[in-house]
């Protein structure tokens, strides 16, 4: 009877959390925020194009056909795919919804409604269910969760990896008590994280490290911190497939964008440089910042008045990881990154408000699970400086969420003068400044320019030569083209170039020689006269193959590991069975 009331409990919290985050979820779900800042300048683009090509057939888009134009892009060389297959797993639902906004929304609103339910499980095997439910919900509702990565910045693939922080965290705890079935678990979440989300998986790494050295028991530290290294190096190993090339192809696009300008990380520390002083809505993630910092300080003094020794322990690292993390969006924090330069790619350093946000709420359940009574004044003080900061923070929240809904209120609180012409914006699909080929001239790379190239011819243009061409094959990474020539010809394909793309005829083995042309950086091919049937195919170059082979053997493992784990659970079942009738026997 027990265990039926605790699984009501918990059924009971989780469909409250579902409900919670489905009500934060619906001016998303049944509005437009066009103007959020990455949602049509990236994710609705890439969501739509992503969504088009696998539902043709394509298990791994990387190469965008349509993008720029429909010169092609190689985004998803690079940027992690995991949540676009979220958002796809809804188009059937909506053949047609016209720019693939409500298959986005849903994803979006599935990852905050799964955070929060993540965020249950891992929590309440720190604290009590009440506790977790309570900072559960919070976790989805506070500022740079809901209001800043969903509404104001529509940061996509970063709303996904709150998803997968709270479980890494609960494989962690289980990892450092011994266990060691989770270790899969943490395998794959580390995997899904790695290929949401890179940026978040160079800030969060460590986290679990040090929760062990400091938290496991001093018998299981070197076994469980060895169990951890290996499951983190299978997740990466798993995750090859698209990390590989993702990390040794960066010199083929412009990658150099992300860390020199307004994108520099030295021009973005909270209340320091331009981009602060210019903008309002640093100037807003500024003091949530701030308010967030004091609301995890808050949290820890109440949950220093817990009377178990190692829930006291937690709440003292957790705090250290906040601060840490608050130290790290400031400019005091400069000669850290200039030291441990690998984490300069981060761009933004408020960033660490990720870290932030899932180490404030850890603290909050803490906190409200030391909470006993009679409550005496210094305690109720302190709930009510916890509480304040808690309404203040929703509150912000709310506003910054209603004024990012509200046209009228954009054009008034924002330097957003007129809606986004979204129409426009799709059908050009122009890339981000660093996935742009590097043959392709940067002074090219702009909406009118790459549309006037686009529109300066259709699928092939004979540039030097006569004869005839004819398109039979236009897919992704896939050409076949139809020629027919009197002389040699010099032939552009509307496709940009990139490394992989190789042509040849049909029927021949020899490879027909293709470049870039000069400075549009499309694809340029020789043929010789006759006629041919030609293919052009863009390859899985070295690092796509590695990686391919690489996730196949830590799929391979994990396999083989759950075999064990299952055969060995069998042995033990039957152990105990047998110790069970020897007892019996003995009895009588």
Not at 133 to 142: G, H, N, P
Request: net charge positive; charged share 10%.
């Amino acid at each position: 009877m027990l265990l039926s009331q605790k699984r009501q409990i918990i059924g009971i919290h989780i469909l409250g959390i579902v409900i919670i985050g489905f009500i934060l979820a619906v001016p998303a779900i049944f509005g437009q925020v066009y103007e959020a800042h990455d949602l049509i300048a990236f994710h609705l683009k890439w969501a739509k194009n992503f969504t088009e090509q696998f539902w043709a057939g394509e298990l791994y888009p990387r190469w965008l056909q349509n993008m720029n134009a429909g010169l092609g892009s190689p985004t998803f060389f690079f940027y992690g795919p995991i949540s676009y297959y979220f958002s796809s797993l809804f188009h059937p639902f909506f053949p047609n919804d016209q720019y693939g906004w409500h298959q986005l929304s849903l994803s979006a609103a599935l990852a905050l409604i799964a955070s929060g339910i993540t965020a249950y499980i891992w929590l309440k095997d720190i604290t009590n269910k009440t506790p977790a439910f309570i900072a559960a919900i919070l976790y989805m509702a506070l500022p740079y969760h809901w209001a800043i990565d969903l509404y104001t910045r529509f940061a996509y693939a970063e709303t996904w990896s709150f998803v997968w922080l709270p479980l890494l965290l609960y494989f962690t705890r289980k990892i450092s008590r011994g266990s060691k079935w989770v270790l899969l678990g943490f395998t794959i979440s580390y995997a899904l994280l790695t290929m949401t989300h890179l940026i978040t998986v160079l800030i969060f790494s460590i986290i679990p490290i040090f929760y062990i050295l400091i938290l496991a028991q001093r018998k299981q530290r070197k076994s469980a911190l060895l169990s951890l290294i290996v499951a983190m190096l299978l997740g990466i190993g798993l995750s090859a497939i698209y990390l590989l090339p993702a990390m040794t192809t960066q010199k083929y696009v412009s990658m150099k964008t992300l860390m020199t300008g307004r994108y520099a990380y030295d021009s973005n520390f909270l209340f320091w440089g331009n981009n602060f002083f210019s903008s309002k809505f640093v100037q807003y993630l500024g003091w949530q910042t701030v308010l967030l910092a004091a609301l995890a300080c808050a949290a820890f003094f109440l949950a220093r008045k817990h009377p178990v020794a190692i829930i006291r322990r937690e709440s003292t690292y957790w705090l250290i990881i906040a601060m840490s993390a608050f130290l790290m969006t400031l400019p005091l924090s400069k000669p850290i990154w200039q030291i441990f330069f690998v984490i300069q790619r981060i761009q933004h350093p408020w960033r660490f408000n990720t870290i932030l946000t899932v180490a404030t709420t850890a603290l909050l359940a803490l906190g409200i699970a030391a909470i006993q009574k009679p409550i005496n004044i210094a305690t109720k003080r302190i709930l009510a400086i916890s509480g304040s900061l808690v309404v203040i923070l929703l509150l912000s929240g709310a506003v910054v969420v209603h004024i990012y809904t509200n046209p009228q209120l954009l054009v008034k609180y924002t330097k957003i003068e007129k809606p986004i012409d979204v129409n426009q914006e799709l059908s050009i699909s122009l890339e981000a400044p660093e996935y742009r080929p590097q043959w392709v001239s940067p002074g090219i790379f702009e909406q009118s320019k790459i549309r006037d190239l686009a529109n300066s011819f259709e699928q092939t243009k004979i540039a030097i030569g006569e004869g005839n061409l004819s398109v039979e094959k236009w897919q992704p990474r896939h050409i076949v083209l139809q020629s027919s020539a009197t002389t040699n010809l010099w032939v552009n394909i509307h496709q940009f170039y990139y490394p992989g793309w190789t042509a040849k005829i049909n029927g021949e083995s020899r490879l027909l020689p293709v470049q870039p042309s000069t400075p549009n950086g499309l694809l340029s091919l020789w043929i010789p006269p006759g006629q041919h049937q030609i293919s052009l195919t863009l390859e899985a170059g070295l690092s796509e193959r590695i990686g391919q082979i690489i996730s196949a053997i830590s799929l391979l493992i994990i396999v083989l590991f759950i075999f064990r784990f299952r055969q060995g659970g069998i042995r033990y079942l039957r152990t105990q069975e047998n110790h069970n009738k020897t007892r019996q026997l003995t009895r009588l």
